[in-house]
């Protein structure tokens, strides 16, 4: 019994030993961002096949505040949560805050809202959440979308790295529909106007969804620096221009 007592012990100081030694990323001088670009208009490759759109604009102008500069990582959506505090030091993907995610990151204070989308075929009759039952669904791998879908009754979930080779199944008749966020799933559609049209999910009882940084648990002091900048670029106009040039809201 005096064993196992002991080895707690020693297992809880080297746990609490591990917590407070590790460094803040406020130490370093570059940080480094993980995102997954394939997520207009929040990010995506551009024309030069870099990491652009909101989420990369906003993440840079963050760092600046903070004087740091930042080194972005474009990653598979699905591995951002688990390789944060590893091979990232945070992420930024339009990712939604949710109870799961919060076991395992710390979120800056939201900076968008969004709610999942229906994309369906112009001549598609699914048109309530009821009509989505036994459907094959088409969502992005471990996104909210991914969650929602598997959670229709007798559904049959296609789960892509890419939200772009679902809607390109859906165009070849291998899905009934592709759940999606709003502004990606209006991207998309953009470019098939003819033959899909989005549906907003509201409509199909999906709530509204809040976007936030990602950030390892324990870093406070890295999530106080991010959220006064945040702060700043919302009362300076940072912000709001950011929205008009990559979201034109
Ligand atoms: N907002 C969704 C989520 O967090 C999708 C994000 C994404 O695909 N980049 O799961």
């Not at 390789?83 to 930024?92: E, P, V, Y």
């Not at 979930?157 to 809607?167: E, F, M, P, Q």
């Amino acid at each position: 019994l005096f064993a196992i007592g002991l080895c707690v012990v020693m297992c809880v100081s080297l746990l609490a030993g591990c917590g407070g030694g590790k460094k803040s990323v406020m130490e370093k001088d570059t940080i480094i961002v993980g995102t997954n670009a394939e997520f207009p208009p929040f990010e995506y490759v551009d024309d030069a096949g870099e990491p652009d759109g909101f989420d990369i604009a906003l993440i840079k102008a963050v760092a600046d505040r903070m004087g740091k500069k930042v080194d972005v990582q474009n990653m598979e959506f699905d591995s951002l949560v688990s390789s944060i505090g590893s091979k990232i030091d945070l992420a930024i993907a339009g990712m939604t805050v949710t109870p799961e995610r919060e076991q395992t990151v710390l979120f800056s204070n939201s900076y968008y809202t969004a709610v999942q989308y229906v994309i369906l075929p112009k001549d598609s009759e699914i048109a309530s959440y009821d009509d989505l039952k036994d459907k094959r669904i088409g969502v992005q791998m471990g996104t909210t979308g991914d969650f929602d879908a598997s959670d229709v009754a007798g559904s049959t979930v296609s789960r892509y790295n890419k939200g772009v080779d679902a809607v390109n199944d859906l165009l070849n008749g291998r899905l009934d529909c592709v759940i999606i966020d709003k502004n990606p799933a209006e991207a998309f559609v953009s470019m098939h106007s003819d033959e899909l049209t989005a549906v907003d999910g509201a409509q199909f009882g999906f709530e509204e969804e809040a976007y936030a940084i990602a950030m390892p648990k324990v870093d406070a002091e890295l999530a106080n620096a991010i959220n006064e900048a945040l702060d700043a670029l919302k009362s300076d106009g940072t912000y709001d221009g950011l929205v008009q040039q990559y979201i034109g809201e």
